[in-house]
């Protein structure tokens, strides 16, 4: 009996110390697109967002970060006539350092940038 009980109190106390991490993705991020600029990131808690290339402010529109998945939509593409969302995964590669993967987006040169892109967190 007691070789049964040891492993079973250790099981269930390895069980109830793993709780599932929740990402904190809000806050400023950096990264290089694949095409050459600098990029940052910043992601408020209001759902707001704005996009720097190279220090200056490129973009700003709405997003949402649900369960590791952004929804986001901007101008970056605006023709005038269209909106343009995406939806990326958000791999956590650390509590600092995140990875792009693209599920879908509507506009070509953010998803050759975006998809596959690594981002650090800047600290504040």
């Given amino acids: 009996m007691k070789s049964i009980l040891i492993p079973l109190v250790t099981l269930c106390l390895l ?12 806050g400023k991020w950096k990264g290089k697109f694949k095409s050459g600029p600098l990029a940052e990131a910043r992601f408020r808690e209001d759902g707001t967002h704005d996009y720097f290339m190279d220090g200056k402010l490129f973009s700003s529109g709405k997003s949402s970060f649900k369960n590791d998945t952004l ?3 901007d101008p970056i593409c605006d023709s005038g ?7 990326y995964k958000i791999d956590f590669i ?8 693209a599920i879908e987006d ?13 981002f650090s967190r800047l600290k504040p």
């Fill in 71 to 73: 929804r986001t939509f």
């Fill in 15 to 26: 069980s109830c110390a793993q709780k599932e991490e929740k990402h904190e993705f809000h």
């Fill in 81 to 87: 006539d269209e909106e343009y969302y995406a939806t």
């Fill in 94 to 101: 650390n509590r600092d350092s995140i990875v792009f993967r």
């Fill in 106 to 118: 509507t506009c070509k040169p953010r998803i050759y940038d975006m998809d596959g892109t690594g």
